[in-house]
């Protein structure tokens, strides 16, 4: 079987657009209102020769307090199903307590966790990723999942870590 990589992180931070970046297609639903992504879906992924599952989650609920049981749930999922856990959030937003919680959890794994701080469209709001470092995360790794902007970085990151 091939490796498996979970794509984590509140509604609407663009899990589901990086999943698209990654594919090269439009096979998960990006959509503004969230709650789009109702269950867990993999994809067959490929970079740089490697094979691997992709898996773009969500579910939740609209309540603040269902979110962050929501991400919860979806993150102790990603722990014991995937092999390596890339958690997303919004760079414009900064870490929130539904992220806190996830990462809570996300730091009890041995498994590797990739912190991607996503919708850093320009060089200009790299400057912004710097609170996310709060997070305990290591170090936030910017791309814009919309525009491409260091998606293949990433990608050699993900596939590095199997
Ligand atoms: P998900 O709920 O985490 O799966 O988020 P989606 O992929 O559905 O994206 C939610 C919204 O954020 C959509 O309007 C996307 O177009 C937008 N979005 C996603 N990635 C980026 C990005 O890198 N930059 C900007 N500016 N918007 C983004
Ligand atoms: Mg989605």
Redo the contacts with the bound molecule.
């Keep these: 079987p091939v490796p498996t990589v979970a794509v984590v992180?509140r509604?609407?931070?663009?899990?589901?657009?990086l999943v698209n970046r990654i594919l090269g297609r439009r096979a998960a639903v990006?959509?503004?209102e969230?709650g789009?992504?109702r269950d867990r879906v993999a994809y067959d992924a490929e970079w740089a020769g490697k094979e691997f599952s992709l898996v773009d989650t969500?579910g939740w609920d609209p309540d603040a307090e269902g979110m962050a049981r929501s991400i919860a749930l979806q993150a102790e999922l990603a722990m014991r199903t995937a092999d390596v856990i890339v958690f997303?959030v919004d760079s414009r937003v900064g870490p929130t307590d539904a992220d806190e919680a996830a990462v809570k959890i996300l730091r009890t794994t041995k498994k590797p966790v990739v912190l991607v701080a996503?919708?850093v469209?320009s060089e200009r709001q790299e400057s912004e990723i710097h609170e996310l470092w709060s997070l305990g995360l290591g170090e936030p790794f910017p791309i814009?999942?919309?525009?491409g902007r260091n998606s293949g970085d990433l990608l050699d990151k993900i596939v590095w870590a199997f």
Excluded: E, W
């Design positions: 992180g509604p609407n931070v663009g899990k589901s657009t990006v959509q503004d969230p789009v992504t969500g997303v996503n919708k469209d814009s999942a919309l525009h």
